[in-house]
């Protein structure tokens, strides 16, 4: 009894300063995770002749101003540029989850020959950087006449999302008890019934999960875009927001900040609302067991 | 994470054979099917990536002109060149210090989170995550304005405290160390996460047995914690390294490879030689010398994985 | 002349199928009938200006001249930030396809001359007209004794010394004003205007905590200026057939020791400091000289206006072998696989006239520097302020006994080009001045890059 307790007493003293421990760690963590987002914000709100004044505190604003959010929306080119992104990610979403919910599905429920080497190529294909292929693919795409083209973008981004989506599916797929699909098959469904009707349900938070990540991913594409795009009114947001932005020799800071900013709004609302689905397919594998 | 990977890696298990013939008729319909199911993204993989990684071999044996075979030239030149050792040092350099720190922070996270009640929780790790949702070469232009020499925010703050102004991206080595503080800022929340979801994957059992047992919170993390997590740390640490050691977006829009290249790393090295200065074989060759260091880090990884993975089996 | 140009486009038999296929197109109707079409159409990607408002002059020009002659002319304005307008030149030179005319700068007209169209006939009439251009324009747009792009108005700069006249008065002693009055004539103390006193007087402004504001990255200003040091002082790392000339080049060294002097008055995060960072300095009043075109004084006349105010531009300092100033010149190219090389040639033609130009160096607060030395005395530079007149020796004047420098020059392009972007001549500096290596040491590291340059061909 009395040990029970000490220990029960000792456990609870030890809980509180963890907890006091974890909440000013939490803290901390959160003010310096936040600090460049917020200092974008600060700056997207300031004049251009506040900003370039090195008297006061470069953290406060003292004349707000929307100025650049104005300026920035007015610019056709960069309402060009959220359109070729909005183009280029949705394209890429569709092509990437036909293409991996169809060979998940596949490498998961079907053995065939070449299988295992292929769920092994798949993982190894994610070993290879987008920054190794650029050249090769400069050459590739320049070939097929579709640099500077938001085309050509959509050609080569699968490459991104592709492995890992078809990695989170067949982690989801094969989590599926087989006495479904044995069941089902007696009834005597076919194939493509059994992935309609049953996988693609059951599967649901992993498809939405993998869609999440290749919206994340087509939306954030840098290295290809940079090397392949370089007219203005192909670009996407990133490298439109980083090389026509940032303009002259002296730069727009509110612009770039505004601009930076809304940018990232699409992906952090998307996050904001589906983030559970988004970290569940994240860590698929480690929350099954 | 784990269980998904070994099922890329070992076979996939189809449904139970044993049936009768009709069975085996359809067994061989199945793989047909299944293969045209998996065309797609066999074309994926061996159009846009294999194919071009072959290619980038073709390339990198030719002259910069582009109109005469060179054999090894451009890796003998590359071999020769001091700023070349000076980008695989500080790639190396970038990718484990990073990854090191990212892990280290990652994972005090996930357990700071871990131990506050669980309703408060998704609160703290929406915001824990930003860093990581914002495409990451936009946030790096906020990072590269609180870096500016002249308007540093940051020495702003410093100078607060009475510390002196720091050449944030002038000086080699604070240039390095603000370029991997960026990378830590961006990449230690998908560290959190994964961590935090293999915490929550193991047993609450265990830690009441341990605490009865007398166990100290650090046998407890030592013979517990660590090594249900190992997996999933490894397999983190493994993707982490891989993309990290292939960044390409903060270097280029931090530093551009200055102070003297001293911050350049593989991918914008590749870039500056292969694209900006017109020498498309000699920029394949600087990010072939990619593949070797990452095939040993996958290597490593996957061969430990794989063994705990029978082990536990 | 047009029918010519036009039949080369075919001559290239690599040339993508698409690509030949119009081009077989456009030679089959004749280049007056293409011009003489409405349905002309003209796609131009110049360089976007640095100068607020700057890019307004080229887009009315465009479509003044697509009236008149019946087309349309598309313009795109393409950033050099980020070396965005190196990769559009490489991707289009590439793909062969893209703009008509493109802007390339300083050495990218050598590097992509077998893809240019042969511009003689326009520079030959343009010459005529106006006189001789500057000799570094010709050493850069003239390969192989032809033409192979047209030296531009738009965006060709000169980097003279922007200096703030109140804080170099005061720390320096320096009335710079009174040494380079807004007139045709040198004022007193002009002629002690050299690397000595310069050396001195961004010692005395870095002590008063107002540092000289100069580059030492890998961006062009940066290049540019160490370039034109090392001019005034005739070292070259490479001669024009491609000799290296660093060991026992006394020349060099003395240019190497003079600009380690300065780099060690900067500030010390000058080694990362890009095309901006030196206007920032300015604007924000930290910095009592730059080195730059007019840009910097108009952001800073519209975003500090006291500071603009306090800004003069006067011709950089002189070295043992005369005067030389840092000139980043932009080219107008035809791409050879363009199927309007006749009217893209007539564009042009009118682009460069004495009216147009001076359209282009008024609309950019005399930023644009005409290639025609005829062309220095447009009264924009007399008239700029506040404070008037600041500008007044941007460009050239006779009195200035100054002459242009492009940085590794007179190497051949195709190396020059290589150690120029590689910013050679900056990192051979910080390697003295901030890594604390001996001269022969970092003398030894430059000879073994111009050797891998050399090598790679």
């Keep these: 009894m009395n040990l029970a307790a000490n220990i029960h007493g000792s456990l609870r003293a030890e809980r509180r300063w963890a907890l006091i421990i974890a909440y000013v760690s939490l803290c901390a963590a959160v003010v310096i995770f936040l600090l460049p987002p917020v200092y974008m914000l600060i700056t997207s709100l300031k004049t251009n002749a506040e900003m370039s004044n090195l008297q006061g505190n470069p953290w406060l604003v003292r004349s707000p101003t929307l100025e650049h959010y104005g300026t920035i929306l007015g610019n056709p080119l960069f309402l060009t540029f959220f359109w070729n992104s909005i183009k280029v990610t949705v394209l890429t979403v569709i092509v990437t989850m036909v293409i991996s919910v169809l060979a998940a599905f596949a490498l998961a429920r079907m053995r065939f020959w070449g299988s295992q080497a292929l769920a092994t190529g798949v993982f190894l294909t994610y070993l290879v950087p987008d920054t190794l292929l650029f050249i090769p693919l400069y050459q590739i795409v320049g070939g097929l006449g579709l640099l500077n083209s938001t085309w050509g973008l959509v050609l080569v981004y699968p490459t991104l999302t592709v492995p890992f989506c078809t990695w989170i599916m067949i982690g989801y797929f094969a989590s599926i008890p087989k006495e479904l699909d044995e069941a089902a098959l007696i009834d005597g469904a076919t194939w493509s019934q059994m992935l309609l009707k049953i996988f693609i349900p059951v599967a649901l938070p992993g498809i939405i999960a993998a869609t999440i990540f290749a919206f994340t991913v087509s939306w954030a594409a840098f290295v290809y875009p940079t090397a392949f795009i370089t007219t203005p009114d192909q670009m996407p947001l990133t490298i439109g927001v980083v090389s026509t932005l940032v303009r002259g020799d002296t730069f727009a800071w509110g612009q770039i900040m505004a601009g930076a900013l809304l940018a990232a709004l699409p992906p952090v609302v998307v996050y904001a609302f589906l983030m559970d689905y988004y970290i569940a397919g994240l860590t698929a594998g480690a929350t099954k067991g | 994470m784990p269980d998904s990977m070994t099922a890329a890696v070992s076979a996939p298990r189809g449904p139970e054979s044993g049936a009768g013939g009709g069975l085996r008729r359809l067994a061989r319909r199945r793989s047909t099917i299944a293969f045209l199911m998996t065309l797609p993204l066999i074309c994926v993989i061996v159009g846009l990536v294999a194919y071009p990684a072959v290619y980038a071999v073709y390339l990198s044996t030719l002259n910069r002109r582009m109109d005469e075979f060179a054999g090894l030239l451009q890796f003998e030149i590359l071999v020769d060149n001091e700023t070349f050792w000076l980008v695989v040092w500080q790639s190396c350099l970038f990718a484990i210090s990073a990854v090191l720190a990212k892990a280290l922070i990652g994972f005090w996270l996930a357990h700071m989170l871990h131990h506050i009640p669980t309703k408060g929780q998704r609160k703290w790790r929406g915001m824990l995550l930003i860093p990581w949702v914002i495409p990451p070469a936009l946030s790096t232009l906020g990072w590269w304005w609180m870096y500016d020499p002249t308007y540093s925010s940051l020495n702003w703050i410093l100078a607060i405290f009475a510390v002196p102004a720091v050449p944030w991206l002038g000086e080699p080595w604070w240039a390095r160390i603000s370029v991997i503080l960026v990378n830590v800022w961006y990449g230690a929340p998908f560290f959190m996460i994964m961590y935090l979801a293999a915490l929550k994957s193991v047993p609450e059992q265990l830690y009441e047995a341990a605490a009865i047992d007398g166990a100290t919170s650090w046998q407890r993390l030592r013979h517990i914690t660590l090594p249900m997590m190992q997996n999933i740390i490894s397999i983190t640490v493994l993707f982490s390294l891989i993309v990290t050691f292939a960044n390409y977006d903060i270097v280029r829009v931090l530093t551009n490879g200055g102070p003297r290249d001293l911050t350049h790393v593989f991918a914008t090295y590749a870039f500056q030689v292969g694209i900006l200065s017109g020498n498309i074989p000699r920029g394949a060759a600087v990010s072939l010398f990619m593949l070797p260091a990452l095939a040993v880090f996958a290597y490593f990884i996957l061969r430990g994985v794989n063994r705990r993975n029978r082990e536990m089996a | ?457």
């Design chain 3, 1 to 457: 002349m047009s029918e010519n140009v036009n039949a080369t486009s075919c001559n290239d038999v690599s040339l993508p199928r698409r690509a030949a296929l119009l081009g077989g197109a456009a030679t089959a109707l004749t280049a007056p009938a293409v011009f003489g079409q409405p349905t002309t159409n003209i796609r131009c990607g110049f360089w976007d200006h640095w100068v607020p408002a700057g890019n307004d002059a080229l887009r009315r020009l465009c479509a003044q001249w697509g009236e008149r002659n019946r087309a349309t002319v598309g313009v795109d304005f393409i950033t050099s930030v980020g070396n965005q307008n190196l990769l559009t030149i490489a991707a289009q030179a590439q793909s062969r396809s893209g703009h008509d005319i493109l802007s390339f700068p300083a050495w990218e007209p050598a590097v992509h001359a077998r893809m240019l169209v042969n511009v003689d006939d326009v520079m030959g009439r343009l010459t005529a007209k106006y006189g001789a251009v500057t000799p570094a324009a010709e050493y850069l747009g003239k390969q192989d004794g032809r033409w192979v792009a047209i030296p531009a108005v738009s965006g060709t700069q000169m980097k003279p010394a922007c200096v703030r006249i109140d804080l170099m008065q005061q720390h320096a002693g320096i009335d710079i004003r009174a040494m380079w009055p807004a007139e045709n004539r040198a004022g007193p103390g002009a002629d002690t205007w050299n690397w000595e006193t310069f050396a001195v007087a961004a010692e005395k402004c870095n002590r008063a905590g107002f540092a000289f504001g100069l580059p030492m990255g890998s961006f062009t200003d940066a290049v540019d200026w160490v370039g034109a040091l090392f001019a005034s002082y005739g070292a070259n790392v490479m001669d024009e057939r491609g000799g290296i000339t660093v060991r026992g080049n006394a020349k060099l060294r003395a240019a190497v020791e003079m600009c380690v002097r300065i780099a060690r008055q900067l500030p010390n995060d000058v080694w990362a400091w890009d095309d901006a960072s030196n206007n920032r300095a300015l604007i924000s009043g930290r910095s009592a000289l730059v080195f730059n075109p007019p840009s910097a004084w108009v952001s800073a006349r519209r975003d500090q206006p006291a500071v603009g105010a306090q800004c003069w531009t006067v011709p950089v300092p002189s070295g043992p072998e005369g005067r030389f100033v840092g000139y980043l010149p932009y080219f107008w190219g035809i791409w050879n696989f363009s199927r309007v090389q006749g009217p893209a040639k007539e564009l042009l033609e009118f682009l460069s006239d004495r009216a147009s130009a001076e359209v282009q160096t008024n609309t950019s607060a005399g930023y644009d520097i005409p290639p025609f030395l005829s062309m220095n005395d447009f009264p924009v530079w007399a008239n700029e302020g506040p404070p008037v007149g600041t500008v007044f020796n941007y460009p050239i004047k006779a009195h200035h006994n100054a002459r242009t420098s492009v940085a590794f020059a007179p190497a051949p392009p195709a190396m020059a080009v290589q150690a120029y972007n590689q910013a050679l001549n900056t990192k051979l500096i910080a390697r003295i001045a901030q890594a604390n290596e001996t001269v022969d040491q970092a003398l030894g590291w430059l000879e073994r890059e111009l050797n891998t340059i050399r090598r790679g061909g």
